[in-house]
């Protein structure tokens, strides 16, 4: 014989809802009961990501962050200049370009390494000045830049002879964005030869290796090297 609600105590006194529940409890999905039934174990659901793997997210955020910055300061610096080879590109095309030999030549991931690589040519080549860069990059990329950069009050082949004289004494991350600085315009070279330059390099004024090998510029970029295979340093290049 069936009982209405009134007629079950259960029912009447609120503790137990017609279809079996208690009031106020969710029972749980079918799915998950019949997860249990047929594995004998309750199904969890899956777990947020973990503390580190949000902070490893984060700060990766952050470096592309800082980079990106970087690219657009050097791109408004350099907005009006253009490369000296016959098609006149952009002159931002080249501190890119050292970058990126920087990160997918040398595998170098070092934020502030990266940074002043796309920055190297602000100090020389335009108004910026070492307290600006400062001001927005920090003292780090600061004391890169100034490594790298050239007193253009002196005449060119004397900046050339200091260039060579002072890289033994480079720190390590001034060399690696200088090295990909020479390795970058070498290539321009060999690609085409950028108005300008073919007088000195048949009088043999152009920019050559130093002596001794090169040593002053030998440094190693993770599994790689960015060294130019030495030629006849009397020849230029």
């Known amino acids: 014989m069936l009982r209405t609600a009134a007629q079950h105590p ?27 039934g047929r594995c004998g174990r309750s199904v969890r659901a899956p777990r947020a990501p973990g503390t580190a793997v949000v902070r490893r997210t984060r700060a990766m955020g952050s470096e592309a962050a800082r980079l990106l910055e970087a690219a657009d300061f050097a791109a408004r610096k350099h907005r009006w200049q253009r490369r000296k080879d016959p098609e006149g590109t952009p002159y931002i095309n080249h501190p890119i370009g050292v970058a ?22 602000t100090v020389e080549d335009t108004d910026t000045t070492l307290d600006e860069v400062e001001l927005h990059f920090g003292a780090q990329v600061r004391r890169l830049v100034e490594e790298v950069t050239d007193d253009k009050t002196l005449p060119k082949l ?14 390590p991350g001034a060399k690696l964005v200088k ?13 085409c030869t950028p108005e300008g330059t073919r007088p000195n390099l048949i009088s ?34």
């Open 10 to 36: 259960a029912l009447s006194a609120g503790r137990v809802s017609p279809g079996g529940t208690r009031p106020g409890h969710t029972p749980p999905s079918p799915g998950l009961r019949g997860a249990r």
């Open 100 to 121: 990126r030999i920087l990160t997918h030549e040398a595998g170098i991931t070092d934020i502030v390494v990266l940074q002043a690589a796309l920055l190297h040519d």
């Open 158 to 171: 004397e900046r050339k002879r200091l260039q060579v004289e002072q890289a033994p004494h480079s720190s």
């Open 179 to 191: 090295l990909a600085d020479k390795l970058y315009n070498l290539r321009d070279l060999n690609r």
């Open 204 to 237: 043999g004024k152009g920019e050559g290796c130093p002596p001794s090998g090169g040593t002053g510029w030998s440094v190693p970029l993770g599994k790689k090297s960015l060294g130019v295979p030495q030629t006849n340093p009397t020849r230029p290049l």
